[in-house]
């Protein structure tokens, strides 16, 4: 064998042991995670006390919980999206952020008929959610849901207050709803339901079957806007 061949095989193997000992090229990122990370911040937790539904309870006050969105905030404050049923007769409604910062609330404006209500806290400058479209969504697409499912479980076995999320798709086109494939869990309600590619906000999350739980649905964000028309300190933001 000749040095210069010697030579370039000793070149190749060199080559092939640098690209072996460099770690591999990163995968692109989860968009369902980026678009998560970029709502996240908005999402928030009601607490309150609502009138017993239990008869044997009559007078008596429950712990109730639910979700929603930050759509308007600035100096004066903050304002949050979510659905009518889940405030309906609170009293000591208190709000917890994404900083795990606890403060009081109270409801701005709400409508029974169409199951929405406006809250507002006195906390300024906070993340706002971008509130998208439901329109176009053709059954399948992917969405996900975040929220606070059974918030007093996870404290009881002491595992923190963190917000939840879940992928699904949308399963249908329904008469002033979306119905998905994946079930909206108690605590959940009022969270937002959104596009797993860019985050923004495309309905509500609401559960409306008692004897079947594992079909979830979304009251449209255009309802919502509707809704919220002349309601806000400062425009929602929105993604074309």
Same mark, same amino acid.
């Given at each position: 064998?000749?040095?210069?061949?010697?030579?370039? !095989?000793?070149?190749?193997?060199?080559?092939?042991?640098?690209?072996?000992? /460099?770690?591999? #090229?990163? #995968?692109?990122? $989860?968009?369902?995670?980026?678009?998560?990370?970029?709502?996240?911040?908005? %999402?928030?937790?009601?607490?309150?006390? %609502?009138?017993?539904?239990?008869?044997?309870?009559?007078?008596?006050? $429950?712990?109730?919980?639910?979700?929603? !969105?930050?759509?308007?905030?600035?100096?004066?404050?903050?304002? !949050?999206?979510? %659905?009518?049923?889940?405030? $309906?007769?609170?009293?000591?409604?208190?709000?917890?952020?994404?900083?795990?910062?606890?403060?009081?609330?109270?409801?701005?404006?709400?409508?029974? /008929?169409?199951?929405?209500?406006? %809250?507002?806290?006195?906390?300024?400058?906070? #993340?706002?959610?971008?509130?998208?479209?439901?329109?176009?969504?053709? #059954?399948?697409?992917?969405?996900?849901?975040?929220?606070?499912? !059974?918030?007093?479980?996870?404290? $009881?076995?002491?595992?923190?207050?963190?917000?939840?999320?879940?992928?699904?798709?949308?399963?249908?086109?329904?008469?002033?709803?979306?119905?998905?494939?994946?079930?909206v869990i108690p605590g959940e309600s009022g969270g937002p339901v959104f596009d797993a590619r860019s985050g923004a906000v495309v309905a509500l999350a609401e559960s409306r079957f008692d004897d079947e739980k594992a079909i979830g649905f979304g009251i449209p964000i255009e309802d919502a806007e509707r809704f919220l028309h002349d309601k806000l300190h400062t425009v929602a933001k929105r993604t074309p």
């Amino acid at each position: 064998m000749t040095t210069n061949r010697l030579l370039t !095989i000793l070149t190749c193997c060199a080559f092939a042991l640098a690209a072996c000992s /460099r770690p591999p #090229p990163k #995968p692109p990122g $989860d968009p369902f995670v980026a678009a998560f990370a970029r709502l996240r911040p908005s %999402v928030v937790l009601f607490t309150m006390r %609502v009138p017993s539904d239990d008869p044997k309870k009559k007078g008596r006050f $429950d712990d109730a919980y639910g979700s929603g !969105i930050i759509v308007a905030s600035g100096a004066h404050g903050s304002q !949050i999206l979510t %659905v009518e049923h889940v405030i $309906d007769g609170a009293s000591h409604l208190h709000v917890t952020l994404d900083d795990k910062r606890t403060v009081p609330a109270h409801v701005v404006a709400a409508d029974t /008929r169409s199951d929405l209500a406006l %809250v507002a806290i006195v906390t300024p400058n906070r #993340p706002v959610a971008n509130l998208g479209t439901s329109e176009n969504l053709a #059954p399948g697409t992917a969405i996900g849901v975040a929220g606070y499912p !059974i918030p007093d479980a996870f404290e $009881d076995e002491k595992l923190g207050t963190e917000t939840s999320v879940f992928s699904g798709r949308v399963s249908s086109h329904r008469n002033d709803a979306l119905e998905l494939d994946l079930p909206v869990i108690p605590g959940e309600s009022g969270g937002p339901v959104f596009d797993a590619r860019s985050g923004a906000v495309v309905a509500l999350a609401e559960s409306r079957f008692d004897d079947e739980k594992a079909i979830g649905f979304g009251i449209p964000i255009e309802d919502a806007e509707r809704f919220l028309h002349d309601k806000l300190h400062t425009v929602a933001k929105r993604t074309p």
